[in-house]
């Protein structure tokens, strides 16, 4: 693999439109290059030396994407423990009940644990140090809880969850991509597989 920075040649370049379920502020595509020649002063670094370049970027992206997750986590619970105060069924607030508080608490629990693999996995980038497994274990933890909470952030709504009012429906759709890019949780388990616990490799 090379990589490139070239003019983007309509003639030679077809770029489709992928329509997404969310995360609209950055479009996705789906980009066909055919006969296109890139000059030399276009190539970036050495011909074939592409993928080495791009691993590069692989640990900080994944750390980057567990923050992201963090925050939508840290969003939608916010939320959710807003309403639970807020909303009156049966005479008291609905977050009176341990059934609508446990499940809460459960989501901070899992947020904080996700926030600390991923100063870890931050730290250890920042200090130079090798951080593949704690970056990948940071995005799958705060994949995860990101998710969960965002499904909780709905649940906790009622039927009100699912209006667009609240919010917590967007955060619910957003969440599910920080469990597949930039790398999807089968991924993560066959890394942490094969580099820390010694397995042979499985694709
Ligand atoms: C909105 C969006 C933006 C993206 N942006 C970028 C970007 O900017 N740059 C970029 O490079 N990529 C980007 N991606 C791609 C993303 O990283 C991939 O979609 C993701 O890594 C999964 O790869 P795939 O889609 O090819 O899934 P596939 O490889 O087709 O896998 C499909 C499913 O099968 C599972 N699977 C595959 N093989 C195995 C196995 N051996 N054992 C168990 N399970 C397995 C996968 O985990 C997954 O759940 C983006 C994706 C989305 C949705």
Redesign the pocket.
Known sequence: MTLFYTNLDRSKIDVRR?H?M??NA?D?NAVFIDDLFVPDKDRIGDEGQGFEYILDSLNPERVLVAAEAIGLGRDALGRAAAYAKERVVFGRPIGQNQGIQHPLAECWVQLEVAYWMTMRAAWMYYSGQSCGAEANTAKFLAGRAAFDIATRGVLTHGGMGYAREYQVERLFHEAI?TR????????I??LIAERVLGQPK??
């Open positions: 992928i997404k969310g995360r950055v996705s991509l597949i890019a930039p790398v999807t949780e089968q991924l388990m066959s499985s694709y």
